[in-house]
């Protein structure tokens, strides 16, 4: 199976699952708000918080122009650079909430918008890099990126079979050579309908890559479910209340809730376990409790056995339920009362 390796930890199938707070707009730009959702991360769980880094001038251009209208989201109305000069984290914030998290021993990334914020987060140092879902089909920025040759998460929101293809390409080509997917839905909110979580395997068989989701549902059932299906990294949104109105949080989750789902998936890889067959050590004590045969009602010696004084029941004492046919017809050999377990040497 694939594995890369981010943060100092080995990502891949048969590995713990590596959980991600997306800090996303929710610091609502208060830098002190900004610290404190990295610290609410580290005691909810988290294995790391993932900024984004990019201002509206980067991301589009100041234009009222219809086509620079939000339509059939949340943010209805808005336009495109109003909603980032109010989403946007700024810039010289980066350095300073790095630091806070690898204070704490949480990791920390980033997502680049464009390539001016890819020279950005390497003039920090980051160890890796995140390609959103709408920038997959950004070629050159995913070129530039790779060619830093960190390891780089893809989101796939959106993107096609032959999208990913070609982005997972181009990567590969730019010099990077370990690169993880997320299955996406890119709505805001997410409806579970929508997840198609049984794209995880395809996606790890289709590119040999570890493949995780990034999740925009409102619940934390869909990141659950997906560990099952070998999701490998959790990406969540992560805000300290929904109350503090922001661009994101309608869709983000709690303290509380990102712990729950941080225990609910350490449960459940742990429940998946490996392939195995048979009675495992807690099971052992139980096995005494299966069928068996017994004398179910006194027995002469020289009589015959028959259904009606042999019969398969709990516990497990006796000869396997495979010998009845064996026994029926048979003679006891001495007398047996009823409630003793059949052995061979009852049986003449």
């Known amino acids: 199976m694939p594995f890369i390796e981010i943060c100092g930890r080995r990502i ?39 900024l984004q880094t990019y201002t509206p001038d980067t991301i589009t251009i100041k ?21 980032y000069a109010e989403s946007y984290m700024p810039w010289e914030w980066h350095d300073g909430l790095m630091r806070e998290a690898q204070t704490l021993g949480l990791g920390v990334f980033s997502t680049a918008f464009d390539p001016t914020a890819v020279d950005f987060l390497e003039g ?4 890796l890099h995140k390609v959103a879902s709408f920038e997959i089909v950004d070629i050159p920025l995913i070129e530039k990126i790779a060619a830093t040759g960190k390891p780089l998460i893809i989101s796939t929101g959106m993107a096609t079979l032959g999208e990913i293809e070609e982005a997972v390409h181009a990567a590969w080509n730019a010099g990077a050579d370990r690169i993880a997917l997320l299955k996406c839905t890119s709505a805001y909110p997410a409806s579970p309908d929508e997840m198609n979580l049984r794209t995880i395997p395809h996606l790890s068989e289709a590119f040999g890559v570890p493949v995780g989701i990034s999740d925009h549902t409102l619940g934390i059932e869909v990141p659950i479910a997906s560990v099952a299906l070998g999701a490998c990294i959790i990406e969540k949104h992560f805000t300290i209340s929904r109350s503090l109105k922001g661009p994101d949080s309608a869709f983000s989750l709690e303290p509380r809730e990102f712990a729950c789902m941080v225990e609910a998936i350490r449960i459940a890889e742990r429940a998946l376990g490996r392939v195995h067959y048979g009675a495992n050590k807690q099971e ?18 020289g009589e015959a056995f028959t259904n009606n004084n042999v019969r398969s029941i709990r516990p497990g004492y006796g000869l396997h339920p495979r010998h009845l046919k064996e026994i029926l017809g048979r003679h ?16 003449a």
């Open 12 to 50: 891949g199938q048969g590995q713990p699952v590596f959980i991600v707070a997306e800090i996303s707009a929710n610091h609502n730009q208060n830098y002190e708000q900004a610290v404190r959702l990295i610290h609410e991360a580290k005691k909810a769980g988290a294995d790391a918080i993932k």
């Open 63 to 83: 234009c009222n122009n219809d086509d620079f209208r939000v339509k059939d989201t949340i943010w209805d109305g808005m336009y495109l650079y109003d909603l």
């Open 124 to 127: 920090l140092g980051v160890t």
């Open 284 to 301: 052992a004590k139980s096995l005494i409790f299966r069928r068996s045969l017994f004398v179910v009602k006194d027995i002469r010696a």
């Open 332 to 347: 006891a050999t001495r007398d047996f009362r009823q409630g003793t377990p059949l052995g061979w040497d009852m049986v």
